[in-house]
């Protein structure tokens, strides 16, 4: 039976992880949509390509820092593995899904980063490796962030990571794939943009 305290923190996770900063901060410092420029995803991604450098940091690291604090807070509570792992994931899935946007968000790359930082932190280091890696050597941040999220879910069994853990960080892969099957489909005929393209 979940208690009132876990269902709080899973609801935090979820609206905490709506808030749009890939929406928020261009309008803000910019004056642009990012709906409407690029690839059209809320995400920071999409927000380096249209805007300032500067800008797009601050929505990676906001999206980041969503992930992460829901899961300190949760574990600064003394919360149990399972419902800190419930509270990352309703995060990412707040950042994917946001309630404002009608369920049109990002595709939860950074916000997971920060979920599992907190989670296993040396099986997330390991992961944003690979991630640098491969898009550095095909400079497809797509490609990264694909290789990223399905090299995380063997690292965190070497990590002996608990099985709510590995369970959430399955879910979330799944999710992550989902969110970039367009990705994949151009990446396979050879029509995804570079970066810095």
């Known amino acids: 039976m979940i208690k009132m305290t876990d269902a709080w ?18 309008r803000c410092f910019a004056g642009m949509d990012v709906r409407n420029v690029g690839s059209g995803n809320i995400g920071a991604a999409n927000v ?3 805007t300032r450098p500067l800008i797009g940091l601050a929505v990676f690291g906001l999206d980041v820092f969503k992930g992460f604090a829901i899961v300190l807070l949760a574990t600064r509570l003394g919360m149990d593995e399972p419902t800190r792992t419930a509270a990352g994931v309703a995060t990412i899935m707040g950042h994917i899904y946001p309630v404002w946007l009608r369920f049109r968000g990002g595709k ?3 916000t997971a980063g ?3 930082g907190v ?7 390991a992961s944003v490796l690979i991630f640098l890696v491969v898009a550095w050597w095909t400079r497809y941040i797509s490609a990264g962030s694909i290789a990223a999220s399905l090299i ?5 069994y070497v990590m002996a990571a608990p099985p709510s853990t590995m369970i959430g960080a399955s879910l979330v892969t799944v ?7 367009g990705n ?3 990446l396979s005929d050879g029509t995804e943009r570079r970066f810095g393209q």
Do not use: E, W
């Open 184 to 186: 994949l489909i151009r």
């Open 175 to 181: 999710l992550i794939l989902y969110r970039h099957r």
């Open 119 to 125: 989670l296993s932190p040396i099986a997330t280091l």
């Open 48 to 50: 380096f390509r249209a």
């Open 108 to 110: 939860g790359v950074a």
């Open 152 to 156: 995380l879910i063997p690292l965190l």
């Open 9 to 26: 923190i899973i609801a935090l996770g979820y609206f905490a992880g709506s808030i749009p900063f890939a929406l928020l901060i261009p």
């Open 114 to 116: 920060g979920v599992f």
